[in-house]
């Protein structure tokens, strides 16, 4: 089974976020930058199925030179290959257009599934899976906490979780999913295959060099205009509990008089 | 009908989701004096179409085929894109529910759209939508501009907009034809409602929400009790998941769901960044946990230093007795 999976580094979550004073972007000196919690969950699932099914798991990154240490990363988890395409004229793409470089690297493989995380933690957007299943012409499945892949490898029956339901869909291979961080417990890389990723080539493409016209591209749609810190919650009101009683108080009289829900 | 706001109707067993509501009171301030039309994809199926004129639609445009009778990303693309084609609206809303989510890209690639998610605030500035979304865990407020030029479109949370008071006006219902071709290669075999009592938390008003401080499984009983009184959904912080206290479907945060209720009780819950990721945009917030230096009482409006097992408890009843003797 041929599978890809698509990465992105990202900051680490717990790391503290410095807004650039022009709003331009973070500060990313000093941050810690890690491989995207969900992409984890993707790389388990496609080694998973690569150890039931042979095959081979290639990982997949549109992101600035630095990004090879997240692909890297999935190496040491046990993939087999790695390809990032960096260009400083992808520098302010949009989505749709990251996902266009990463449909034009991944079509020529024509791999049985194409598997991302749901989302990345930095910018939350969940935008470039469905959109590159649109671009690959893939059926797709979001956001899946469940999956059985047919022994014949033809179908998957996948587990989505809607607003208090489960959708249990069927879809035929190739296809594209992004994961759930239930889906499964990504492995930690082991010593052996820190010190293979460690010999790995990871070839960085210009667009040209991924065979991409860059003119086809065009233009971003949505532009990230500006960085700001959240506003600040004023400051609230703090009731000591020792009197539960008191305490009891204090919070039905909120609910009733601010809240305005009692 | 050339340009106007759209709103794609979000439902749940049939029933319009109130979400769509809010996207309709929105569609009405951005377009001004033009059109709103409602998008109601797999037919009325016991939705009163006329109605939605009462929140704000002008129009609702109906497509019904067998293929579209359960959501898939591929037939739903697949029967809005002639009719986006043909009508050209300005701006499309969609509601970010598991299904809009899913969907929304995919049609934005099929119909050379720019697309922003997670809108909490949108306003139109010479021709573009400007939207402002959460970032990095909540840590960043992005200000996200889309081009003109183009179909606008936007992945609203829920609850960020109000449901715009009702009026007494009725929208023209057209029925619109789908292409025979419409289908999915995935396939539903079936959706599975999930067994819990109460609303679902991201539409829930009221969010009763445990942590680590539970200490047991057992104890989500007292949140159940409290949240049934207040008329609201539970939820959790990762904590509890990951102990397998509660299942997945519970948690708010970075890795679960984003709620913006009225009010948010945060029970036993320290207020780890990922947590607050979740639950920050929730207009009240008040929280109870015995350590006064959590991190989750610098974002409560009401924070109480205390014992949970002590406090829960007589909260809940004081909410029955409450709730008994009428307002």
């Known amino acids: ?262 | 009908m050339a340009g106007g706001i759209w709103v794609l109707v979000a439902r749940e067993d049939g029933a319009v989701r109130r979400l769509t509501y809010e996207l309709l009171g929105k569609a009405r301030e951005l377009a001004g004096q033009g059109r709103v039309a409602a998008v109601l994809v797999g037919g009325e199926g016991g939705v009163d179409a006329e109605a939605l004129g009462a929140y704000g639609a002008d129009e609702v445009l109906v497509l019904a085929a067998p293929a579209l009778a359960a959501y898939t990303a591929e037939a739903y693309t697949a029967a809005l894109l002639p009719l986006l084609a043909q009508e050209r609206p300005e701006v499309l809303l969609i509601g970010s529910t598991a299904q809009g989510r899913d969907l929304a890209p995919r049609l934005a690639v099929r119909a050379g759209a720019a697309i922003v998610t997670d809108c909490q605030t949108l306003a139109r500035e010479d021709g573009a939508l400007v939207a402002i979304r959460p970032m990095y865990t909540r840590k960043a407020i992005g200000t996200v501009r889309l081009l003109p030029g183009r179909l606008h479109i936007a992945v609203v949370l829920p609850g960020v907009f109000p449901v715009p008071p009702r009026r007494d006006r009725r929208a023209e219902v057209r029925r619109v034809p789908v292409p025979p071709e419409v289908g999915s290669r995935a396939r539903v075999r079936e959706v599975r409602a999930l067994e819990r009592e109460t609303v679902p938390l991201t539409e829930a008003d009221i969010v009763v929400s445990g942590g680590r401080g539970l200490r047991g499984p057992e104890h989500f009983a007292l949140l159940e009790e409290l949240a049934r009184a207040l008329g609201g959904a539970v939820g959790s912080s990762r904590p509890p998941v990951d102990s397998g206290w509660v299942p997945h479907d519970y948690e708010i945060g970075q890795t679960g769901k984003t709620v913006a209720p009225q009010v948010y009780l945060a029970v036993g819950i320290s207020g780890a960044p990922q947590h607050l990721a979740g639950m920050s945009g929730s207009k009240h917030i008040i929280a109870i946990n015995k350590d006064p230096q959590a991190p989750i009482f610098q974002v409560a409006d009401l924070g109480v230093v205390g014992d949970l097992f002590e406090i829960v408890p007589r909260l809940t009843a004081a909410v029955r007795r409450r709730k008994q003797a009428g307002p």
């Not at chain 1, 807004?19 to 491989?35: A, H, K, Y």
């Not at chain 1, 590159?132 to 587990?159: C, G, Y």
């Open chain 1, 1 to 262: 089974m041929e599978i890809v999976v698509c990465i992105k580094q990202v900051p680490d979550t717990e790391a503290p976020i410095r807004i650039r004073p022009d709003g331009s972007g973070i500060d990313e000196t000093g941050v810690n930058l890690v491989m995207n919690y969900y992409d984890e969950h993707a790389t388990e699932a496609a080694l998973q199925l690569r150890e039931r099914f042979g095959g081979t798991v290639t990982l997949v990154s549109v992101g600035p030179e630095r990004a090879r240490e997240a692909l890297r990363q999935g190496l040491a988890m046990g993939a087999d290959e790695a390809v990032l395409v960096s260009d400083p004229r992808l520098a302010r793409a949009d989505h749709l257009q990251v996902a266009r470089v990463l449909a034009a690297v991944i079509a020529p493989r024509r791999p049985d599934l194409v598997i991302c995380g749901k989302l990345s933690t930095d910018d939350n957007a969940a935008l470039v899976g469905p959109a590159l299943a649109a671009l690959l012409d893939l059926p797709q499945a979001t956001a899946v906490s469940r999956l059985e892949v047919a022994e014949d490898a033809t179908h998957a029956l996948v587990h989505r979780e809607l607003e208090g339901a489960v959708e249990v869909l069927e879809l035929p291979l190739p296809a594209l999913l992004t994961v759930e961080r239930n889906l499964n417990e990504p492995r930690y890389p082991s010593l052996p295959g820190i010190m293979k990723a460690k010999r790995k080539e990871i070839p960085v493409l210009t667009l040209e060099a991924a065979g991409i016209d860059p003119e086809a591209l065009g233009t971003p749609g949505a532009v990230l205009e500006r960085l700001a810190p959240p506003p600040a919650r004023p400051p609230g009101q703090r009731v000591d509990g020792q009197d539960p009683d008191a305490a009891v108080e204090a919070i039905v009289r909120y609910l009733a008089e601010t809240a305005k829900v009692l």
